[in-house]
């Protein structure tokens, strides 16, 4: 049983395939290697010993043992020309008769195995020689039996069949190599609608819920697919459901509490509640605070990306956002008499109009409220070159340290120590509302290292 990953785990399906094919394979590839081996060194080993046997006999036909002199044997040339041109060495040889005894040649030679009948072969490691192949071939002189060995050194057999198992060795290790690598690249491509797929759906922001095309991706997945488009409808109908009790709750929030304002309002006109007009102002400002912080919680809800859809998204000018965020604070600055202004180059961006007003309403917000009576607010609006659209406001104020700059965006942080009073929600909102619009907030120092300058950038 080949072990392969777990995909229940967390295992790669890739690597699963890999491990389930490669693994036989290589087993398969690396016995065809051996296969290949003992085809090729099986035939070359006796062709080795058939032309030592031939050199055997051609020697022994020059072999004399006279009976009134030394016994001789002469070399045949061929078969010396071949032992030097093709081993580079001077054949060894050695005559005994049929009794085991030496009568020429090399002596080291041993003698051949007294049960071995006809021509026999040996390999045995020699004195000087070492590991030696030996052939025994059993001739006559007329009536006196001879036995003549021809040897030849295993190292000179393996010189000369290294070449061809190499080359055998060679083309299998390649023919391996190819077909793993025809494996991972079948794998690879079988794999890649899975890929595009994932790539698909990672480029996918969190309000597109539109459903996936089930006839894209191989039949093998399309249940999975068919099961996200579920998922994906369940989420757009909460998305929605979300929404409408968002707007709803936002629509019954307002009415009752600007009723009540409006009627606190009028009762503290009245001269009849002269004695008591100290108390229905701060009820009156405990209302407006309560109003406030209600309408920052539900704008904080509706900008969540999931109650947020693709159709909601429209080209919004940034320049026009600002004129009317100026318009609606510009008596508030009057009265502190704060310079409110704005500079504005054209810009546009992909957005939900009313949610982008806010992100503008509440830094405009957090800018007057933090700066001193007399102090300078501006908004700006334009493009940066490789970044995108971008929205700032700064002030003159008393800024935020650069410790509090990653707390201030959390909710209801505020800056310890700031007077003024707040919700702690306004720049989680617009940090929020950044967020959706695939925007960032950067918080850095004013002008000369005074007061904040809060920006939005709207990457392209």
Do not use: C
């Not at 001879?146 to 000179?156: F, N």
């Not at 909460?238 to 709803?248: G, I, L, N, P």
């Not at 334009?382 to 659209?389: E, F, R």
């Not at 700032?392 to 310890?416: K, M, S, T, Y």
């Amino acid at each position: 049983m080949i072990p392969a990953p777990d995909l229940a785990a967390g295992g790669s399906i890739s690597r699963r395939l890999l491990t389930l094919l490669l693994v036989p394979l290589g087993g398969l590839l690396l016995l065809a290697l051996l296969f290949d081996y003992l085809v090729v060194e099986g035939p070359m080993r006796t062709s080795f010993d058939r032309q030592l046997a031939d050199a055997a006999i051609a020697i022994a036909g020059r072999a004399r043992v006279p009976a009134d002199g030394p016994p001789r044997v002469e070399l045949p040339a061929d078969v010396a020309r071949h032992f030097a041109e093709e081993q580079g060495v001077v054949p060894l040889y050695a005559l005994r008769a049929a009794d085991g005894r030496w009568l020429a040649g090399d002596a080291r030679l041993p003698a051949a195995p007294a049960a071995a009948p006809g021509t026999s072969y040996a390999t045995l490691a020699l004195a000087g020689l070492g590991p030696t192949r030996i052939v025994w071939y059993r001739t006559s002189d007329g009536a006196t039996p001879l036995v003549l060995a021809v040897a030849q050194r295993t190292e000179v057999r393996d010189a000369a069949a290294r070449p061809l198992l190499t080359a055998t060795l060679m083309l299998d290790v390649l023919q391996l190599v190819a077909v793993i690598a025809l494996v991972l690249i079948g794998v690879r491509r079988g794999l890649r609608p899975l890929l595009d797929f994932r790539d698909e759906l990672a480029a996918r922001s969190e309000r597109d819920l539109r459903p996936l095309d089930a006839d894209r991706v191989p039949i093998e997945v399309r249940g999975l697919v068919e099961a996200l488009n579920a998922l994906l409808d369940q989420v757009r109908a909460t998305a929605e459901s979300q929404r409408k009790f968002v707007a709803d709750a936002a629509h019954q929030l307002r009415t009752p509490l600007a009723g009540m304002q409006a009627q606190l309002e009028l009762l503290e006109r009245d001269a009849n509640a002269l004695p008591v007009r100290g108390q229905v102002g701060a009820v009156r400002d405990g209302l407006k605070r309560l109003a406030h912080t209600a309408h920052q919680l539900l704008t904080l809800a509706r900008a969540e990306g999931s109650a947020t859809l693709e159709r909601d998204f429209t080209v919004v000018d940034l320049p026009a956002l600002v004129a009317t965020a100026v318009g609606a604070q510009l008596d508030r600055a009057l009265a502190r008499r704060i310079d409110l202004g704005a500079e504005t180059a054209p810009a546009e961006v992909s957005g939900v109009a009313w949610l982008l007003g806010e992100l503008v309403g509440n830094l405009l917000d957090n800018a007057l409220r933090y700066t001193p009576e007399g102090g300078v607010v501006t908004l700006r609006t334009g493009t940066l070159p490789g970044v995108g659209s971008f929205i700032e406001v700064e002030d003159d104020g008393p800024g935020i340290p650069v410790a509090e700059r990653p707390l201030v965006v959390q909710r209801f942080h505020r800056v310890p120590g700031t007077a003024g009073e707040g919700s702690g929600l306004g720049l989680a909102i617009v940090a929020d509302i950044a967020r959706v619009h695939g925007g960032r907030l950067e918080i850095g120092d004013g002008a000369g290292g005074r007061g904040a300058r809060l920006r939005v950038e709207f990457r392209d």
